[in-house]
């Protein structure tokens, strides 16, 4: 079963405004991280967070992580076409050893 | 330095059948992993490896074989294809299966079972 919910499940959205996105999870976690994955393609990773950070930055990205909420923000900042694309939070469970598990993703597009 | 591969990209497999999904990847990556993604359910992890010589299950195991004989190589087999398996499959390699370290995936392998 998925550790990791995206919301919304799809987003659209014109070009140059923000777009965020939700994942919330349901076990402690050591970090969380972001993919991107553009139609028919593999994932690519984006952004990782570590549970002891609340916000992260990387070029137009900007990722949040409330711990107490078990919930992480990804939002996308003057959004381009080329971000079209689902976007898939990442965690682990936690604790020692855990593998990484995907959430159900979010399907944005970037109407130019 | 290709990352992570795949062979082949798309395969139509009549139910009963087998075929063998090929991963490779230069990175000297421990971890290997083989994914199923279908519409609506996100990312599954079917089998996994720590190592060469080594094969663990995933979440969704049933109905697959996987070897990793050599370091770079892993591979999926289905023994007698099912439609349930039509999927898009995805290997991907990590330094460590812990949560610190990426993923790399391969571009998919889009199978259909008939």
């Known amino acids: 079963s998925q550790q990791g919910e995206e919301d919304p499940q799809a987003l659209s959205i014109q070009e140059g405004e923000n777009a965020t996105m939700n994942c919330s999870y349901k076990t402690s976690i050591n970090n969380l991280q972001w993919y991107r994955q553009n139609s028919g393609r593999g994932l690519v990773h984006l952004i990782l967070?570590?549970?002891?950070?609340r916000e992260k930055h990387s070029g137009r990205l900007r990722v949040t992580l409330d711990t107490s909420k078990k919930s992480s923000s990804l939002l996308i900042t003057a959004s381009r076409a080329a971000d079209t694309a689902s976007y898939f939070c990442a965690t682990d469970g936690g604790g020692g050893y855990q593998k990484v598990t995907f959430g159900t993703g979010t399907k944005l597009q970037v109407i130019p | 330095n290709a990352g992570v591969t795949q062979t082949p990209k798309f395969r139509v497999l009549k139910t009963g059948q087998s075929m063998t999904l090929l991963c490779a990847q230069d990175?000297?990556?421990?971890?290997m992993y083989w994914y199923r993604q279908d519409p609506g359910m996100g990312l599954r992890l079917i089998h996994y490896?720590?190592?060469?010589?080594?094969?663990a299950k995933g979440e969704v195991p049933d109905g697959y074989n996987v070897s990793r004989l050599k370091k770079q190589n892993f591979l999926l087999g289905l023994e007698s294809a099912a439609p349930s398996q039509t999927s898009v499959y995805f290997c991907a390699s990590s330094y460590s299966a812990r949560g610190e370290y990426e993923q790399y995936f391969g571009p998919g392998t889009r199978l259909t079972v008939t």
């Open positions: 490896s720590v190592g060469e010589g080594t094969t």
């Open positions: 967070i570590r549970s002891n950070e």
């Open positions: 990175m000297n990556h421990e971890y």
